[in-house]
């Protein structure tokens, strides 16, 4: 009777630890790949613009930015700023030379959302890729193409 008292707490504890906790607020989508795309982006190339440019020319629906390296002239970025939602962002750009360490993010319903990573000497530093962030020697960018079927387009946001 005393064993059969315990259990009945613990279970009862963890329904309510789950409940509490909300386990279940994520969102898990299973696919493969179709193809994969290496993009080589040219000196002087904005790479926003060379991501969205690659999009349309091959037709890419939904991706994942699998990998990217190359170095940069100038760099254009937003990070967030407090813990707010929606965030607020602080956007910074400079024009130096740095190296692109990596590049990672989605192309969701046609549309480029990546994060870049980048680094000098002394410095590491990185955020939301924006307009203005362009090749010095190139940029080589890999993507895993998916499904066009795959419904991911709401993955980047933070409302459910």
């Known amino acids: 009777m005393k064993t059969t008292i315990i259990l ?28 994969i795309e290496i993009i080589k982006m040219e000196s002087g190339t904005d790479m926003l613009e060379g991501l969205n440019n690659a999009v349309k020319e091959k037709k890419i629906k939904n991706a994942v930015i699998l990998a990217g390296i190359g170095s940069v002239t100038d760099y254009h970025f937003h990070v967030v700023s407090d813990r707010n939602l929606p965030p607020a962002n602080e956007y910074t750009s400079a024009s130096c030379a740095m190296d692109l360490i990596a590049v990672q993010g989605y192309i969701l319903d046609g549309r480029a959302h990546a994060h870049i990573t980048l680094a000098d000497e002394n410095s590491t530093l990185g955020g939301h890729l924006e307009p203005g962030t362009k090749a010095l020697t190139f940029f080589i960018i890999t993507m895993g193409v998916l499904p066009d079927s795959l419904s991911i387009e709401h993955l980047d946001s933070y409302k459910k």
């Open 8 to 35: 009945f707490f613990f279970i009862l504890s963890l329904r309510i630890y789950a409940q509490e906790e909300d386990i279940s607020s994520m969102d898990i989508t299973t696919s493969k790949f179709e193809r």
